[in-house]
């Protein structure tokens, strides 16, 4: 059974609703949590790419990275699933962000993309990771909630 499915949430990945690229956020985390993210990418087999100021680099320990980024573009590009990208910033330790293009999100099966990459993270680090609109950063929509273990809905969608 899927986390949610795409009639009670379509109007969430309408990107003139929430902008093209919604904000997704592990708050409360540490350079072992960056670590443990890394890990989950080479262990998942996802693919990825590293760029500091759009130049190809290897990918630093996570403990590095936001040393490193400091004054430079650091992205981290992860494709869990073949035409989904995640963009990862890792601009500080103290939290996660990532950013999901809802043009390669429609329907069922990029709700369920997007829950599997939710749970993925979530599971791997114990916290929750929520999802809320471009605009809005402070008022998560979805997101994983660690003591059920699946993507759930944390606020009602609008009515189409």
């Not at 093209?20 to 592990?26: H, N, R």
């Not at 080479?42 to 500091?52: K, L, T």
């Not at 990532?98 to 043009?103: E, G, P, T």
């Not at 809005?136 to 009602?156: C, I, K, S, Y």
Request: glycine letters at 8%; charged letters at 20%.
């Amino acid at each position: 059974m899927p986390d949610l499915l795409w009639d009670d949430v379509k109007n969430f990945f309408d990107p003139d609703l929430m902008g093209p690229l919604p904000d997704v956020t592990v708050p409360g985390t540490s350079p072992a949590d960056w670590q443990a993210v890394l890990d989950l990418v080479r262990s998942r087999g996802w693919s990825y790419a590293y760029s500091e100021d759009g130049v190809a680099v290897r990918l630093p320990r996570a403990a590095d990275m936001p040393a490193r980024s400091r004054g430079v573009d650091a992205v981290l590009r992860v494709w869990p699933t073949p035409g989904v990208l995640a963009v990862f910033r890792p601009y500080e330790v103290g939290a996660i962000d990532f950013d999901v293009d809802l043009r390669e999100l429609w329907g069922q099966a990029g709700v369920d993309a997007l829950c599997h990459l939710l749970r993925a993270i979530g599971r791997r680090l114990g916290k929750p990771v929520l999802l809320a609109p471009e605009s809005d950063p402070l008022h998560p929509v979805l997101g994983f909630d660690v003591t059920v273990g699946r993507v759930v809905l944390l606020a009602q969608p609008a009515l189409a």
